[in-house]
């Protein structure tokens, strides 16, 4: 009887989740958190299958490694035959299953020993599946989770054909920065403290990815590693296929210099040098610069340029904070918490600045933020529990910085 309303709960939840129309992604999403967190697996995916290339790709996923820009063949794989043949399988042991050819996972050392996938089925075709892998405890998935994941499969193929969700996959994205199994410790007493535990992911080109979390999960530190102003423990650090995983000094100095640019929360200013001079302080060590007087204009400064920091609003000091950010030309933009010391109105208008700046000149922008509603413009959201990757969606229709309400 537990089961059964813990399942009847769960279906409630789903379609709860389904009827926030305006961002159907985001309940695609949270239909899935539901199923897993309910059968308390390890991981989850949704696939959705491109009609023009006849690949399944995944627009949403919880499990320890980044898939977001894998794709797979229609017809292959437990998700292939599955979305193929519209039959759902459930498999209680993977390894003497002749359809299992193995997970997408696999590179993170994850193994899948049981999954459910059923598929996402409209009332014309077959558009993809839903696949849940392994359960927490071992044990093997049952009849009834089953039934559950296809009514939730159903009620999200339904959804998705009434509301019209469009997906073109397009071509591979190209990887900027990837992370492999990264592993970070401090000292800590006696012995040391784990505060990354195997990170996996892939940082593309021309990509907005914001990372959400709880204040200790894990992404400042990852944010340090990836920017080259702290050390991994273990793992791979990868940036345009170069191993930065163990640099020297004189590769770390001359990343930073020549590849990326910092935006904090605080906006680390030098208030004894006017706006202008911040900026042109940054691009006197760059190898190749734009000019300062652009870098201020492409923020919206003109005039405030030979003004001091003690003499400009929180917002337009965070806008020198940028315009000194990408005066060197970077290939990426980290941004720690830009918006946290601003109102709304000013925050606003500081995450339009980064989304000009994206599209006007394919710079790469990675922004941790606690606020929720910034994820909403993102192309990607990542999400870090207990120092792990623990889910990544993508964003199929990005809002403008503009229409976001907080």
């Known amino acids: 009887m537990a089961e059964n309303s813990k399942f009847i709960k ?33 991981a989850g995916v949704i696939w959705y299958l491109d009609p023009k290339t006849g690949r399944l790709s995944p627009l949403f996923h919880i499990g320890p490694s980044d898939i977001s820009n894998v794709s797979i063949e229609n017809g292959v794989g437990i998700e292939g035959i599955v979305t193929s043949s519209g039959q759902a399988a459930m498999l209680a042991d993977t390894a003497s299953d002749p359809r299992f050819e193995g997970t997408v996972f696999d590179e993170s050392g994850f193994q899948a020993k049981t999954m459910i996938c059923v598929p996402l089925n409209n009332l014309h075709e077959v558009i993809g599946c839903v696949q849940v892998i392994n359960k927490k405890d071992g044990s093997p998935f049952t009849e009834e989770e089953l039934e559950l994941c296809r009514h939730m499969a159903s009620l999200a193929a339904l959804t998705i054909e009434e509301k019209g969700l469009q997906v073109d996959a397009g071509e ?42 709880e ?49 904090f929360q605080s906006y680390n200013l030098m208030p004894n040098l006017t706006a202008q001079e911040n900026v042109q302080f940054i691009a006197d060590i760059a ?19 030979n003004n001091y920091p003690s003499a400009l609003s929180g917002g337009q000091q965070q806008r020198v904070a940028i315009a000194r950010a990408i005066v060197k030309n970077p290939h990426i933009i980290f941004a720690d918490e830009p918006t946290a010391a601003l109102d709304y109105q000013t925050s606003i208008e500081v995450l339009t600045v980064f989304e000009e700046i994206r599209k006007a ?34 964003n199929l229709n990005p809002l403008p910085a503009a229409e976001l309400v907080w």
Not at 177 to 206: A, H, M, Q, T
Not at 226 to 254: N, Q, V
Not at 364 to 375: F, G, K, Q, R, S
């Open 10 to 42: 769960a279906t409630y939840e789903i379609m709860e989740q389904l009827l926030e129309v305006d961002q159907l992604e985001n309940a695609l999403a949270g239909s899935l958190e539901v199923i897993v967190r309910t059968l308390d697996a390890e």
């Open 287 to 305: 190898p190749d610069p734009m000019t300062s007087e652009e870098a201020i204009r492409k923020v919206g400064l003109e005039g405030k340029g």
């Open 215 to 263: 204040s200790g999960c894990g992404k400042s530190t990852m944010m340090n590693i990836i920017g080259g102003m702290d050390y991994l423990t273990e793992g791979e650090l990868l940036i345009e296929g170069k191993d930065f995983s163990h640099p020297t000094d004189a590769d770390l100095t001359r990343f930073r210099r020549e590849y990326m640019g910092f935006v």
């Open 172 to 213: 591979d994205k190209e990887v900027l920065i990837s992370l492999r199994n990264v592993i970070k410790e401090f000292p800590s007493g006696e012995g040391v403290s784990r505060v990354l535990k195997g990170i996996n992911l892939d940082i593309y080109k021309n990509e907005m990815v914001v990372v959400l979390g």
């Open 361 to 394: 000149r394919g710079t790469t922008i990675m922004m941790i933020t606690h606020n929720p509603e910034i994820a909403k413009m993102a192309n990607r959201v990542v999400k870090l529990r207990n120092g792990r990757v623990a889910s990544i969606r993508t």
